[in-house]
């Protein structure tokens, strides 16, 4: 699976981005979708992750409630629309995806990596 992030830019706190991870490789529809930022110095924080069904979408607490994860087997695209952002949300963004069926807040836990898509909130 190779996955291909985008739509990241700069917001104003308050604003919206949404950003898309487009997925190759015929078993997408199988495996768990997540997205995770990471800023200078620090490790990969969890975002969201969802089932291959689209069930069972799990989010870090400090994004819930703004964010929403989806996905679209048939496009083999996921999404993740990020609502009333903050300046603490500034990060780059990865999505990623593990060949298990259990939807996992560990980076450890995903095979396949995209390369990043930068978010910028200001204040």
């Known amino acids: 699976v190779q996955l291909q992030a985008s739509g990241g830019g700069l917001v104003q706190a308050g604003g919206s981005l949404r950003l898309s991870c487009a997925a190759s490789?015929?078993?997408?529809?199988?495996?768990?979708m997540g997205w995770f930022r990471q800023t200078p110095g620090k490790g990969r924080e969890f975002v969201a992750a969802?089932?291959?069904?689209?069930?069972?979408?799990l989010y870090a607490d400090s994004v819930k409630g703004r964010f929403t994860i989806s996905r679209d087997n048939a496009k083999n695209t996921v999404s993740l629309q990020m609502n009333s952002l903050k300046p603490e949300d500034t990060a780059v963004y990865y999505c990623?995806?593990?060949?298990?069926?259990?939807?996992?807040?560990?980076?450890?836990?995903?095979?396949?990596w995209g390369q990043g898509t930068k978010v910028t909130v200001s204040s």
């Open positions: 990623a995806a593990d060949r298990r069926l259990v939807v996992s807040r560990a980076a450890s836990d995903y095979d396949y």
């Open positions: 490789g015929r078993t997408f529809s199988s495996y768990v």
């Open positions: 969802i089932r291959w069904s689209g069930g069972n979408a």
